[in-house]
């Protein structure tokens, strides 16, 4: 019953910005660690950002310094705000959350993706 519902993809110029919204919906207990994952064609899933329910954030490399992560915890929304975007981060971006059905019941929980296209 619980789902994560992404959004804020689109197409962008290089060194334009974007805005990646994830919000859990159904019923659920809680919400812990969440981040952001993405999938180019040809390549594997990549884990792009995540914030834990301490507020420790992680970054790949590829992305220090351009895209920020924020949210989740208390606030259950994630966020993901990407400036300075490049080709390369052409891809489907995917919300990922661990989130608690009940009290007991933990699952890890993936968004339907959504499109990231830079291009000129």
């Known amino acids: 019953q619980v789902q994560l519902v992404e959004s804020g993809g689109g197409l962008v110029q290089p060194g334009g910005s974007l805005r990646l919204s994830c919000a859990p919906s159904g019923n659920f207990v809680s919400v812990s660690t969440m981040g952001w994952y993405r999938q180019a064609p040809g390549k594997q899933r990549e884990l792009v950002a995540q914030?834990?329910?301490?507020?420790?954030?992680n970054y790949a490399d590829s992305v220090k310094g351009r895209f920020t992560i924020s949210g989740g915890s208390a606030e259950t929304t994630v966020y993901l705000q990407m400036s300075g975007l490049k080709p390369e981060d052409t891809a489907v971006y995917y919300c990922n959350a661990q989130i608690a059905a009940s009290s007991l019941l933990w699952g890890d929980y993936w968004g339907q993706g959504t499109q990231v296209t830079v291009s000129s």
């Open positions: 914030i834990t329910a301490s507020g420790r954030t």
